[in-house]
């Protein structure tokens, strides 16, 4: 399992065996530099090594821990008598990745980082030049610089150094397009000073949250790592959400189950913006609707393609299949960039506009929505029009598309949310134009969406399988939880896609699905159920997340591992948002 630090600009991996396994560079979406996450011999890593009595011998499993209300990671283990205790952390902002290695006890004996860089995937041989303080690294668009201000024996891919307990070295890597991006990074060389200051930035940003005290202290500290994780995968340049910094860790490991996740989803950008504006950090919630509500077109759907890369371009989007690397658990093929993104998907306005509606409601910001009501009229008119049509639905399926009730019930919520905003801001005639027409939506749903045979809304009108994404209807107040036809879905759909007290999405899949399973407890809240609602939050922290609160997509039951990308980003928000429930916001 791996800690993660980042910048605002990319992230790290580190591992329990204080390797450092996964680094692309120089954002989030570049190619790799490290990517032994997918790869243990091919894909390269920075590996922590010790001689002691002549003998080489890797570090052996260490615990993690962040410093609290911040994304600094520890990681401590055990080299004979000695405790060696490693500090990550990327200064926010900087290009700039320090390993402090802090080394107490009464051996002496010689610590080396093994240097071995893969980049582009390990479809590019490394360039790599010896300076007098390190070791310049390059590859096609990427360089990396890796230095220590302390006495060491540097080779091509070593870097060695000799302890006398008690010692602190620090390690330095600084990154860029070109080497000289990488020694000007290097210039600041004060670790103590940016180590005090980064944990003071992320403890003042982490003060901003909306406290939940009243809660256990395991739920308080998942809910402030889910905050911190998600103010970890927002591009700082743009405002845009990753769904996780990872490709290729797969939905279910040996298969054809893996995909590129390194972009923004409107969708999860919307409900990472739901989440903060629920959780109090007003202006990290509204950067992300800026960046949603910037890329919407003019002309035609407002949002043509689900998913955009961090800059808002379509840049790196192409699927492509890499067979230099492995794939995780030899999960092939490995892919970078998504198909999906072609796709037609019509709930995405929907989420944008109940997005904007929940921080209107919820972030005291009340001057936003009324800024930004030319472009939601625009959203809106267009669902108005067009909800009718088909598309490829929330999941993504790669098949010819179909009425998904999921994309029904989201078109209804930019008509009627959008008619509650326009309401608020006076536009009568608007709100009045699309809450007729959302009666309509609602009233083709009930037509052509239930099954009567099952007792339970239907995946599509098309299509009558049991789907975890028709928990939106009671979700989004399209119609009420008490009513008869959503109580019979609920319990079908539990006694169906329930796994571990946990549910999937579908009955094709065999995993239980975070965003699904913390959709139901928001829905056993709604029905008054409180406590059945907190023991689905707590089974979901105590199964789909790592001992540092990292959540991922999906949970294997069976091999008892958590499985997909992580972190997910879809996976954190709706934790706050669930957290933010149980105390009375939705």
């Not at 399988?465 to 609920?490: E, G, R």
């Not at 023991?535 to 958590?562: K, P, T």
């Amino acid at each position: 399992m791996y800690g993660i630090v980042g910048n605002g600009e990319t992230c790290a991996f580190i591992s329990i065996f204080d390797s450092l396994d996964w680094l692309c560079l120089p954002r989030f979406d570049s190619p790799t530099m490290f990517a032994r996450a997918l790869d243990s011999e091919r894909g390269g890593s920075i590996t922590l090594w010790y001689e002691a009595g002549g003998s080489i011998l890797p570090f052996e499993t260490g615990k993690q821990a962040y410093v609290e209300d911040t994304n600094v990671l520890e990681t401590s283990t055990a080299v004979g008598d000695d405790m060696v205790r490693t500090i990550d952390f990327m200064p926010f902002g900087e290009r700039r990745l320090w390993r402090i290695i802090g080394v107490s006890g009464p051996q002496r004996f010689r610590l080396m980082f093994d240097l071995d860089p893969r980049p582009d995937y390990n479809r590019a041989g490394p360039d790599i030049t010896v300076t007098e303080n390190g070791v310049m690294i390059t590859g096609p668009g990427q360089a990396l610089y890796v230095s220590s201000t302390e006495p060491a024996v540097i080779k091509k891919r070593r870097i060695s150094f000799d302890v006398e307990p008690p010692r602190t070295i620090p390690l330095l890597l600084t990154y860029g397009e070109h080497p000289h991006d990488c020694l000007k990074a290097a210039e600041s060389r004060d670790f103590v000073k940016e180590y005090r200051v980064e944990v003071e930035r992320w403890r003042r940003w982490a003060a901003q949250a909306n406290p939940v005290f009243e809660l256990s202290p395991r739920l308080h500290y998942y809910y402030m790592r889910s905050l911190l994780i998600l103010k970890l995968l927002i591009y700082d340049k743009t405002g845009a959400i990753l769904a996780a910094p990872t490709t290729s860790f797969p939905e279910i490991v040996g298969r054809d189950a893996n995909w590129d996740y390194r972009f923004c989803w409107v969708r999860d950008g919307a409900y990472c913006a739901e989440a903060l504006a629920l959780a109090g950090m007003r202006e990290d919630a509204r950067k992300l609707l800026d960046f949603l509500l910037g890329i919407a077109s003019d002309d035609g759907k407002p949002y043509q393609y689900p998913l955009v890369s961090v800059d808002g371009t379509l840049e790196g989007t192409e699927e492509v299949l890499i067979d230099t690397l492995a794939g995780f658990g030899n999960s092939r093929p490995v892919r970078i960039g998504n198909k999906a993104v072609d796709q037609r998907q019509n709930d995405l306005e929907g989420e944008v506009v109940h997005a904007v509606y929940l921080y209107d409601k919820y972030s005291g910001d009340t001057g936003y929505a009324k800024e930004h009501f030319g472009q939601l009229a625009r959203i809106v008119d267009y669902v108005r029009g067009h909800w009718r049509e088909k598309d490829a639905g929330i999941w993504e399926f790669r098949r010819e598309h179909m009425d998904y009730v999921h994309s029904k019930t989201m078109c209804w919520a930019a008509l009627e949310y959008g008619a509650k905003i326009a309401g608020r801001l006076g536009h009568e005639d608007r709100a009045a134009e699309w809450r007729d027409e959302a009666f309509i939506v609602r009233d083709d749903v009930l037509a052509n969406g239930w099954s009567e045979r099952k007792k339970c809304f239907k995946r599509s009108y098309q299509d009558d399988a049991y789907d975890a994404s028709v928990l939106a209807v009671p979700l989004m107040n399209m119609l009420p939880v008490d009513h008869p036809k959503v109580h019979t879905s609920i319990k079908s759909i539990t006694d169906h896609l329930g796994t571990g007290g946990l549910l999937k999405r579908f009955e094709e899949e065999p995993h239980a699905f975070m965003l699904s399973s913390l959709w139901l407890a928001q829905v056993m809240m709604k029905r008054g159920r409180a406590v059945s609602a907190l023991d689905i939050i707590n089974r979901a922290a105590r199964y789909a997340s790592s001992d540092l609160g990292l959540f991922a997509e999906e949970y294997d039951m069976y091999y008892q591992r958590l499985v997909g990308n992580i972190p997910q980003s879809f996976s954190h928000e709706e934790f706050v948002k669930s957290i933010q429930m149980l105390l009375g916001k939705e």
